[in-house]
C-alpha cells in the first residue's frame, strides 16, 4: 500500500471542495483551483478529509495512487497558504523592474525583456536583485520561475544571470592563461 497515498487530506475551515466523479474543485481564499483524474482512481469525501482509493495492486495503479493524492494535497495547500518561487539576479546592471502587470529584465541584452504575468500569478520585485512568483497553482508558479530563469540561466564563469535563490551554481576556473607560446 502507498504511504503518501493512503494518508488522508484534511480540508481546512474556509475550504469548500466539490467532487463530481473524478473531477474536483477546490475553492479558498486564495482562489478556486479545479482538476480531473485518472479513471481508476476512487476519490471520496468523508466529513472533512478526503480519501483516495485504488481498484487494485497493478503497477499502473499504485503509481498513481501516491501521485493523485499528492495533487489534490497540493491543491488544497494552494488555495489556502500559496505557492511562491524566489528567484536572484547576479551581474553588473542586471536588474528587474515591475509595471503594472508586466515584468521588465535587464540582463545584459541591447533590449530589456518583457515577461507578462498570467492569469492566477503575481510577480514581485522586493529589490532589483530579487523576484518572488506567488500563486495558487503549485506547477504554475513552478513553470513561470522556470520561464523567468530560462532568459538568462546563471553561467559558470562569473555566476551572471537569474537562479532559483536555493540553487548553488557550480562555478568553474577561467583559462590558465597563454604560457609557452612563442
Same mark, same amino acid.
Given at each position: 500500500?502507498?504511504?503518501?497515498?493512503?494518508?488522508?487530506?484534511?480540508?481546512? =475551515?474556509?475550504? /469548500?471542495?466539490?467532487? /463530481?466523479?473524478?473531477?474536483? $474543485?477546490? +475553492?479558498?481564499? +486564495?482562489? $478556486?483551483?479545479?482538476?480531473?483524474?485518472?479513471?481508476?482512481? $476512487?476519490?471520496?469525501? @468523508?466529513?472533512? $478529509?478526503?480519501?483516495?482509493?485504488?481498484?487494485?495492486?497493478?503497477?499502473?495503479?499504485?503509481?498513481?495512487?501516491?501521485?493523485? %493524492?499528492?495533487?489534490?494535497?497540493?491543491?488544497?495547500?494552494?488555495?489556502?497558504?500559496?505557492?511562491?518561487?524566489?528567484?536572484?539576479?547576479?551581474?553588473?546592471?542586471? %536588474?528587474? !523592474?515591475? !509595471?503594472? +502587470?508586466?515584468?521588465?529584465?535587464?540582463?545584459?541584452?541591447?533590449?530589456?525583456?518583457? *515577461?507578462? @504575468?498570467?492569469?492566477? *500569478?503575481?510577480?514581485?520585485?522586493?529589490?532589483?536583485?530579487?523576484?518572488?512568483?506567488?500563486?495558487?497553482?503549485? !506547477?504554475?508558479?513552478?513553470?513561470?520561475? =522556470? !520561464?523567468?530563469?530560462?532568459?538568462?540561466?546563471?553561467?559558470?564563469?562569473?555566476?551572471?544571470? *537569474?537562479?532559483?535563490? /536555493? @540553487?548553488?551554481?557550480?562555478?568553474?576556473?577561467? +583559462?590558465?592563461?597563454?604560457?609557452?607560446?612563442?
Amino acid at each position: 500500500m502507498s504511504r503518501i497515498g493512503r494518508m488522508p487530506i484534511v480540508i481546512p =475551515a474556509g475550504v /469548500d471542495v466539490k467532487l /463530481d466523479g473524478n473531477n474536483i $474543485t477546490v +475553492k479558498g481564499p +486564495k482562489g $478556486t483551483l479545479s482538476s480531473s483524474f485518472h479513471k481508476n482512481m $476512487t476519490i471520496e469525501k @468523508e466529513g472533512n $478529509t478526503i480519501i483516495v482509493k485504488r481498484p487494485n495492486d497493478e503497477k499502473e495503479n499504485r503509481a498513481l495512487h501516491g501521485l493523485t %493524492r499528492s495533487l489534490i494535497n497540493n491543491m488544497v495547500i494552494g488555495v489556502t497558504k500559496g505557492f511562491e518561487k524566489s528567484l536572484e539576479i547576479a551581474g553588473v546592471g542586471f %536588474r528587474a !523592474q515591475k !509595471q503594472g +502587470k508586466k515584468l521588465i529584465l535587464n540582463i545584459g541584452f541591447s533590449h530589456p525583456v518583457e *515577461i507578462e @504575468e498570467p492569469n492566477g *500569478i503575481t510577480i514581485e520585485v522586493p529589490s532589483p536583485n530579487n523576484i518572488i512568483v506567488k500563486g495558487a497553482d503549485k !506547477q504554475l508558479v513552478g513553470e513561470v520561475a =522556470a !520561464q523567468i530563469r530560462k532568459k538568462r540561466p546563471p553561467e559558470p564563469y562569473k555566476g551572471k544571470g *537569474i537562479k532559483y535563490s /536555493d @540553487e548553488v551554481v557550480i562555478r568553474k576556473e577561467g +583559462k590558465a592563461g597563454a604560457k609557452g607560446k612563442g
